[in-house]
């Protein structure tokens, strides 16, 4: 409901000073629909997702360094919800980076970026396999650094969140000089672009100094609002099928995955190792033989049309 609610107030924003002309109401609703069935799907899988934060060690370690980390006081607390944020972006970061790489996984991501409308309820735009992906490769790497249940945790959640919300909105509205150092609503603008020349840039959700840091930065040029979505989109999918199953889309194919990289990069050097050892093509001739999905799902073929 706060979610709803918070896309609403965003709504105000972007209906008084709009990035581009978008009266299509539709689109948001469409998005709140996800949203409620990926609430369905994430409330059955909770009990197995509680119980692999079970597992988690109970003293971070983060804590076991440098046991005063969240300090006292509200500038401790601060500081500290900063810290556990950028560590939580940086394994976003990541994520998300592989996300777009790997067909498999795009095929989860491609949901949110869909959207050829972008604006604040494009943040609940997300597909149950998608949130998942996130937990396990995001949210448990950061509570074993830094922990599940402490005020920093709570105090990024709130601050991604709502975040979410205001760096997806179509509101013409440019940080200046503060696009290098916070994530805003022209910056990740660009990460949506749906021509090619803006893919693979812009992956940080908060903090653009990943991106420069790992070599993804762009910057936007003045007055660049671009159009967003997915090229050759021609299957979009109902909220059921977006929520549950995205990978079902004709449209899901390799030419259409923002899977580009820049070279001299960690994830080069994984890919490397990945096809050399021949991991990939190990596992993918085993889920043939296995004929794990009867009727083929696009990101299945995509693996055997890239040759890998
Ligand atoms: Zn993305
Ligand atoms: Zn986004």
Known sequence: MIAVLMTGGVWLFEWCRPAVTDSDLSGRWHNVKVFILLLIGLAFA????NQCAQLLPSISLLERIAPDWQSKGIAGGILATLIYAFIWDFFQYWTHRLEHKYAALWAFHRVHHSDAHMNASTALRQSVGGALIGFFLTHIPTAIICGGNSIPYVGSLILFSGWGYFNHANVRLSLGPFTRIISGPQ????????EAQYHNSNYAAFFPVLDLFFGTLRLPKKEEWVETGV??????????????????????????TPHTHTPETPSRLLGRQWSRRGYRKQLIRKLQRAQWFLHRPAWWRIGRRSGE
Do not use: M, T, Y
């Open 231 to 256: 090229l050759n989109d021609v299957s979009p999918l109902k909220p059921f099928k977006q929520a549950f199953f995205s990978w079902c889309n004709e449209s899901a194919s390799i030419e259409n």
């Open 187 to 194: 910056w990740h603008r660009l990460h949506h672009g749906k």
């Open 46 to 49: 909770a009990p197995i997702l």
